[in-house]
Nanobody
Framework: QVQLVESGGGLVQPGGSLRLSCAAS????????MAWYRRAPGKQREFVAH????????SYAASVKGRFIISRDNDKYTMYLQMNSLNPEDTAVYYC?????????WGQGTQVTVST
């Protein structure tokens, strides 16, 4: 069964932090490189960060490098995204999926809004 469930979004002021979670089914998560993507209003979905199956290798989009930290807990089939120093340009719906080839199935995403 394919399952991707994102959570942890919300409204935060500029400079604030949020921690997103992605709960995935074992079939998707086990051994897979996983990634966070986001879609801002009026824009296409874009890559944010990815993490290798074992968790030892990570990569970030230039726009979030140094501010976001991706991690995973393979025992819980869960991935996280710690987002710090948020700015209005980070406002988007955030999704998780496999990388570099996302599954055809996408979860509902979690809305992150950075605003005063």
């Amino acid at each position: 069964q394919v399952q991707l469930v994102e959570s942890g979004g919300g409204l935060v002021q500029p400079g604030g932090s949020l921690r997103l979670s992605c709960a995935a089914s074992r079939a998707i998560f086990w051994g897979s490189t996983m990634a966070w993507y986001r879609r801002a209003p009026g824009k296409q979905r874009e890559f944010v960060a990815h993490i290798s199956g074992g968790g030892s290798r990570t990569s970030y989009a230039a726009s979030v490098k140094g501010r976001f930290i991706i991690s995973r807990d393979n025992d819980k089939y869960t991935m996280y995204l710690q987002m710090n120093s948020l700015n209005p340009e980070d406002t988007a719906v955030y999704y998780c999926n496999t990388h570099p080839r996302p599954q055809n199935y996408w979860g509902q995403g979690t809305q992150v809004t950075v605003s005063t």
